[in-house]
C-alpha cells in the first residue's frame, strides 16, 4: 500500500515537514484526529520510513526522515522549547554568558535557567567555560543553530527571539 494513499497520513506528514519536531500533543491541536488515530498513523508513517521520532526527554518529537540527522534533531528539540530557544538566542546575541547573567535577562530564576542549560549541554548544545568562580556558556555550532532558527522561524512562534537575533538581515 502507498503510505500517501490515505488523506489522513498525507496531512499528518505534511503537518510534520511544516513543523519539523513537533510533538505528539502539537499534531493533536493543529490536526482533527483522535489521539489513537494519529498514533496509528504516526507509527505507520515511521515504520514505512517517512516520519522519524525523537524523543528529547520530555516529549516524543517527529521529523520528516532523511531531512535531519541526529544532531539537527537535538538542535530542534532545544529550538522548540521556549526558554532553551530564549537561552540560546542571548547566547548566539551576546555570548558567552553566565547562568546569572542569563537569569537577569530572562527574568527567571538562575535554578531555571541552570536546569535549562544543563539539558542544552546534554544535548552538547553549548559549551561550559570556567573563570575562577564564573562559568560561561556558548553556543556550540552558532551557525548551524542560526540557520535553523532562520529556515524554520516560522514554526517558531516567539517574536522575543526573532527581535533579538535580527536574523532576517544575516540570511
Known amino acids: 500500500m502507498d503510505e500517501f494513499e490515505l488523506d489522513s497520513r498525507r496531512d499528518i506528514y505534511a503537518a510534520v515537514s511544516d513543523q519539523p519536531g513537533v510533538h505528539f500533543r502539537g499534531l493533536l491541536d493543529r490536526l482533527d484526529f483522535a489521539q489513537g488515530t494519529l498514533q496509528y498513523h504516526l507509527r505507520e508513517l515511521a515504520d514505512a520510513g517517512l516520519v522519524e521520532v525523537s524523543d528529547d526527554g520530555k516529549f516524543t518529537r517527529y521529523y520528516p526522515a532523511d531531512e535531519f540527522d541526529d544532531e539537527d534533531q537535538r538542535r530542534m528539540n532545544a529550538l522548540r522549547r521556549q526558554y532553551s530557544r530564549r537561552i540560546i538566542a542571548h547566547l548566539l546575541a551576546d555570548g558567552p554568558l553566565t547562568t546569572s547573567e542569563l537569569s537577569d535577562r530572562l527574568e527567571r530564576s538562575a535554578s531555571t535557567i ?39 522561524r516560522r514554526s517558531f512562534t516567539d517574536g522575543v527571539v526573532d527581535r533579538l537575533l535580527g536574523l532576517w538581515d544575516a540570511y
Open 114 to 152: 541552570s536546569w535549562h542549560l544543563s539539558k542544552l549541554d546534554d544535548a552538547d548544545l553549548v559549551s561550559r567555560r570556567r573563570d575562577g568562580q564564573r562559568v560561561y556558556y556558548a553556543v556550540r555550532d552558532p551557525d548551524r543553530v542560526r540557520y535553523l532558527y532562520v529556515v524554520h
